[in-house]
C-alpha cells in the first residue's frame, strides 16, 4: 500500500524488522485477528515489508488495528477507518478524543481511510 509505506519510512528504520521472506500469511497466527480484509491487507503490506505489528494493541481503554513498535522506543499505531464508523460528526469526535490520548501517552498515529486504501490497492 503506497499510504503505509510513505507514511513509515521514518518509523521502517527504527521498527523492529523481520525477514522479509520469511512471511506466510498462510500460516500467520496475528493475521487472523484482524477485523476485516482491508485490514488484513494492510498487515500484509507491513509484514512483507519486514515489519512486524502488533494486531489490537491494548492501550488504555482502546484496542489499536495495529501498533509498530521502535527499537528507540518509538510507537507508532496505524488505524483502518471505515466509511460508515467514522465518517459521522460523532465518530470524528471520538476519533479526536483517542488520537489526543494516544499522543499523550506517546504514540504516534496515522489514520488511513478505507477509500484511500482502496485507491491504492485496487
Known sequence: VLVV????????VLAN???????????????????NNLERKV????????L??????KVGKYRLDFAVFGNNGKKLCI??????????PEAKNKDKVRDTYLRKMGW???RLSDRQLKEDLY
Open 5 to 12: 509505506i510513505a507514511a513509515l519510512i521514518f518509523f521502517y
Open 17 to 35: 524488522v523481520t525477514a522479509k521472506n520469511s512471511y506466510d500469511p498462510n500460516s500467520d497466527v496475528k493475521r487472523k485477528q484482524c477485523a
Open 43 to 50: 498487515y500484509d503490506d507491513l509484514r512483507y515489508m519486514g
Open 52 to 57: 512486524s505489528p502488533t494486531v489490537q494493541e
Open 79 to 88: 488505524e483502518v477507518d471505515g466509511y460508515i464508523f467514522h465518517n459521522t
Open 108 to 110: 504516534e498515529v496515522l
